[in-house]
């Protein structure tokens, strides 16, 4: 975790007094201090000065299809103005991920070949046992 800069104070002795102190989530991702919801994040995460973070700051978050609209092609289009927007905006890295858990499912069950990354990793969904399938 990575303190949060504004509002750092220091000891008599020069170290950080980290008593008031908040914590970035790994990686900028949303926390349970998150408010406002998924635009209000990215707009938050992009105007920050990213000179206090020169190799960058990678967002991970994810967005259910049905929240970006009715039609599939309203979805897309609505998914590509808000990373534009927040592209544009000063935000660096997203790892997205769109998903219907029941689609998502269905194809892991049907033994469809699916490859899903989980915190970085991937995994190749035909080479999992039932259980594991459902597990995931």
């Not at 000891?11 to 900028?28: H, I, R």
Request: hydrophobic fraction near 35%; proline fraction near 4%.
């Amino acid at each position: 975790n990575s303190p949060v800069h504004k509002g750092v104070f220091l000891n008599e002795d020069g170290s950080v007094n980290t008593s008031k102190l908040e914590f970035f989530s790994p990686g900028a991702n949303p926390s349970n201090k998150a408010k406002g919801g998924w635009l209000q994040n990215l707009n938050s995460l992009a105007s920050l000065d990213f000179g206090y973070a020169a190799d960058g700051i990678s967002l991970t978050t994810q967005v259910s299809p049905r929240a970006l609209g009715k039609t599939r092609d309203e979805q897309v289009d609505n998914l590509v103005t808000i990373l534009d927007g927040y592209f544009e905006n000063g935000g660096q890295h997203v790892n997205l991920n769109v998903m219907d858990l029941s689609d998502v499912y269905e194809k892991i069950m049907s033994g469809e070949d699916v490859i899903v990354r989980i915190s970085g990793y991937c995994v190749n969904t035909k080479y999992l046992t039932p259980e594991q399938k459902t597990e995931l």
